[in-house]
């Protein structure tokens, strides 16, 4: 089960339906199952509340994942600054829809094993990336 929940912001204008559909196509991919998800959509302040409390990190992110996953199944919390995802989306010259169903996906990939600190990982991240935006618009398309 995906839950989608905010934390000092008002929720993001999201297709909740379609949005899940679409993690759960993307998680199978990688033959994943989905668990227990939990997006909590927040503000630059509470990300870097749960980055130093957690994480020991004293600095904003747009997210940050929480690992619960057993075996195939996918289970986490995944803090989302939407704060951040306005800011980023400046910054790359993308829309902020673009940016924040980037980041939605990226947790999920993180949670299917995918990396993006090491040698060479942020491309195969970003491919992975491409590749799971590419699948919703195939299914926003579809549902037009």
């Given at each position: 089960?995906?839950?989608?929940?905010?934390?000092?912001?008002?929720?993001?204008?999201?297709?909740?339906?379609?949005?899940?559909?679409?993690?759960?196509?993307?998680?199978?991919?990688?033959?994943?199952?989905?668990?227990?998800?939990?997006?909590?959509?927040?503000?630059?302040?509470?990300?870097?509340?749960?980055?130093?409390?957690?994480?020991?990190?004293?600095?904003?992110?747009?997210?940050?994942?929480?690992?619960?996953?057993?075996?195939?199944?996918?289970?986490?919390?995944?803090?989302?600054?939407?704060?951040?995802?306005?800011?980023?989306?400046?910054?790359?010259?993308?829309?902020?829809?673009?940016?924040?169903?980037r980041v939605i996906i990226h947790g999920i990939l993180h949670l299917c094993g995918i990396n993006d600190k090491g040698p060479g990982e942020r491309e195969i991240m970003e491919?992975?990336?491409?590749?799971?935006?590419?699948?919703?618009?195939?299914?926003?398309?579809?549902?037009?």
């Amino acid at each position: 089960m995906i839950t989608y929940q905010t934390e000092e912001v008002k929720m993001p204008s999201i297709k909740k339906r379609q949005t899940t559909a679409w993690i759960k196509a993307v998680a199978g991919t990688y033959d994943k199952k989905i668990g227990e998800i939990a997006y909590i959509f927040c503000s630059d302040n509470k990300i870097l509340e749960v980055n130093r409390e957690y994480l020991h990190h004293d600095y904003y992110t747009d997210i940050i994942t929480f690992d619960y996953c057993e075996g195939n199944r996918l289970s986490g919390d995944l803090f989302i600054s939407l704060d951040t995802i306005r800011t980023n989306s400046i910054q790359f010259g993308s829309t902020y829809d673009d940016e924040l169903y980037r980041v939605i996906i990226h947790g999920i990939l993180h949670l299917c094993g995918i990396n993006d600190k090491g040698p060479g990982e942020r491309e195969i991240m970003e491919a992975a990336e491409n590749k799971a935006l590419s699948l919703l618009k195939e299914l926003e398309d579809r549902s037009i």
